[in-house]
């Protein structure tokens, strides 16, 4: 993964060819124990009184399989619970998958939060460099782009000072321009797209569109089904944890908003 | 391999831990220190008085074990909560998980090594000096964070499973605190238990570091044998455990 970021002009040939994340009939199944567990006493009581180790399986995702082109913005679409951020969990590394598998090639970014990792105690400026270093960066290459970053968020000011003395506003303007300028090949991106303000939103928008047209692959979990509609060649509808659809970003959206109206009209 | 991957992180993180350990102070490494002076006072006053042990230089003897033992006490109990601490970076992003674990392992291992300093100088000025065995130090150093990091994955994989972890560490620690030769010495130990005594490789890790400091001798081989072996079977169990239990971290943290 890393040899890829350091050498991209090697490599960037034979890649581009082939699809940024392949996901293979990938299956999650949580476990929900009728009585959780927490402690090695309560494994112990339990054990003494005969256990009631019994749990429900929850198929969070079923047999999902496809696969993103290089360049793509693909969106992911579907109701509360259907598997969105869980696919997104698998494909950034969170969540181990029970069954498939998910390739992905080049380095990705998640984007399930902002300010992941981010320590009020530190100083803006250390923020940004321990953010760096989770994206597994090393010094050099986030000293490259701090200015930049800082830049971008309006902060420049503000950088040794304390986070936990940001502004919520400040807070994720911070966040957004440090894990947007990192370059990612891949980025995973869940709900995370509209912050700040409408001056902020606005240099947002031109910046996702300046990351697409530079070949960033992108995956959106989102509800705006607008920003869906503008940003996304391709969706998958997720239903239940099976694909319910895949195709054409426009046809997608209708279908999704056709499942909603009928279960409306069946209550 | 991920720790020269993540290296940036790993220093990030271990430097920030030392940071909020000692509140951005020189004056907060000395405070650290005042716990394990303070447990040697106390310790020498009861023992010399009360027990009548008269161990030579036994105030620096019970220092080198009360600072030896520190590290794998510290370090484990630090290491333990390496995981479900900092949950955030286990579920909601990749990163290794191990380097949270070796992260904060190594600023324990950090002052740990300011600790040894101290007591060093102290020695010295006490007129105690030490030979160019002190040379093997290191080396005697790079085994024991094997052995503390090998412990602390094994603990900090349980704990995201078993919560009460925590409680059942700290008795375990406190029993090995008195079945290693820190607070008296191993002339002690009935030549009936003597052999089994000799199984725990703190034992061996206090003589050694006493053998350094105090007496001028070189570790024996049985005991650089011991704490060897102790560090390669700790780092081999715990990074199957740790690669076993790690799969469903972030459902369970």
Known sequence: MISLRKNKSEYLAPISEQPAVVVENVTKVFRIPHERKYTVYQHLIGLLRGGDYTYEQFHALQDISFSVKRGETFGIIGPNGCGKSTLLKIIAGVLYPDAGAVKTNGRVAPFLELGVGFQPDLTAKENVFLYGAIMGLTRKEIGERYEEIMEFAELKRFESMKLKNFSSGMYVRLAFSTSIQNNPDIMLVDEVLSVGDEAFQRKCSEKIAEIQKKGTTILLVSHALDTVRQLCNRSMLLSGGKVAMLGETSQVVDEYLRMVGQQHELR | ?253
């Not at chain 2, 271990?14 to 405070?31: E, H, M, P």
Request: proline fraction near 4%.
């Open chain 2, 1 to 253: 391999m991920w720790i020269y991957d993540y290296r940036e992180l790993i220093h990030i993180l271990t430097i920030s831990d030392l940071r909020v350990k000692y509140q951005n102070s020189i004056l907060g490494f000395a405070w650290s220190l005042l716990n394990p002076l303070l447990m040697m006072l106390v310790l020498y006053a009861v023992f010399s008085s009360v027990f009548q042990i008269t161990q030579k230089q036994f105030a620096f003897y019970l220092l080198t074990g009360i600072i030896g033992w520190r590290f794998l006490a510290n370090g484990s109990t630090a290491a333990m909560s390496a995981i479900v601490g900092k949950s955030s970076l286990v579920t909601k992003i990749y990163i290794p998980r191990q380097v949270l674990v070796l992260s904060t392992v190594l600023s324990c291992f950090i002052c740990f090594i300011l600790e040894f300093i101290v007591l060093s100088l102290l020695l010295l000025l006490f007129g105690i000096n030490f030979s160019m065995d002190a040379v093997l130090i290191p080396a005697v150093f790079i085994v024991y964070l094997g052995m503390v990091y090998g412990l602390g994955l094994i603990l900090g994989a349980l704990y995201v499973y078993y919560r009460d972890l925590n409680q059942i560490w700290d008795v375990i620690l406190q029993i090995g605190f008195f079945v290693s030769p820190i607070i008296y010495p191993i002339s002690r130990i009935p030549a009936a238990y003597y052999p089994y005594y000799m199984l725990n490789p703190m034992t061996a890790m206090i003589q050694i570091f006493r053998g350094i400091l105090l007496d001028n001798q070189l570790p024996t081989v049985p005991a650089m044998a011991t704490i060897i072996v102790a560090a390669a079977v700790l780092l081999k169990a715990g990074s199957m455990v740790f690669k076993r239990l790690e799969r469903r971290f972030a459902e369970e943290i």
